[in-house]
T-cell receptor, first 114, second 114 residues
């Protein structure tokens, strides 16, 4: 099946530092999504990207849909303790119609040291 | 109000038993999904359901069967539970159209098979 390569697998950073993570694929995606999962909860959508080259911000978060449609990155600026969690990239291959699901990366575990 | 809800949150059962997990969404979405998250936090699509059309991930054993009594519900039935079924199961829903490329997840059901 389709795979998304997400890196890094984990990050140990100091509070206040900026964070960067990315996903790449051998396939072209029509949509890139970034989710965050807190312990004991379901994934929560952070940012959705629909066009190649699109750069979107949500507060301290910024994500971009790669021009080749095969990659995306997520940046978090000035990290705070509540940013701790697992961040997932996800892509959807078929645009509109169909009842297909998302393909997820393996997640980036973000740990912040005070 | 919770957009996507699941019950139960925790389910502990013996090997060989049959169990069900319920999912309800109050978003008016047309498409619903079931995902499985393993111990390494990898999320994988199991089923998608849209307007009575069921699409099954070919890797899912036929002991798993989704049932949709109406558009707002997609329940997951599991027969003859095995140890390897232990995981967290997430229900999700998606609206049609461009904005519906995003999916909204429930809080998860933590299944432990003993």
């Amino acid at each position: 099946g389709q795979q998304l390569n997400q890196s890094p697998q984990s990050m140990f950073i100091q509070e206040g530092e900026d964070v960067s993570m990315n996903c790449t694929s051998s396939s072209i995606f029509n949509t890139w999504l970034w989710y965050k999962q807190d312990p004991g909860e379901g994934p929560v959508l952070l940012i959705a990207l629909y066009k190649a080259g699109e750069l979107t911000s949500n507060g301290r978060l910024t994500a971009q849909f790669g021009i080749t449609r095969k990659d995306s990155f997520l940046n978090i600026s000035a990290s705070i303790p509540s940013d701790v969690g697992i961040y997932f990239c996800a892509g959807r291959l078929i645009f509109g119609g169909g009842a297909d699901g998302l393909t997820f990366g393996k997640g980036t575990h973000l740990i912040i040291q005070p | 109000d919770t957009a996507v809800s699941q019950t139960p949150k925790y389910l502990v059962t013996q090997m060989g038993n049959d169990k069900s997990i319920k999912c309800e969404q109050n978003l008016g979405h047309d498409t619903m999904y079931w995902y499985k998250q393993d111990s390494k936090k990898f999320l994988k699509i199991m089923f998608s359901y849209n307007n009575k059309e069921l699409i099954i991930n070919e890797t899912v054993p036929n002991r798993f069967s989704p049932k949709s009594p109406d558009k707002a519900h997609l329940n997951l039935h599991i027969n003859s539970l095995e140890l390897g079924d232990s995981a967290v199961y997430f229900c999700a829903s998606r609206a049609p159209g461009l904005a519906g490329e995003t999916q909204y997840f429930g809080p998860g059901t933590r299944l432990l098979v003993l």
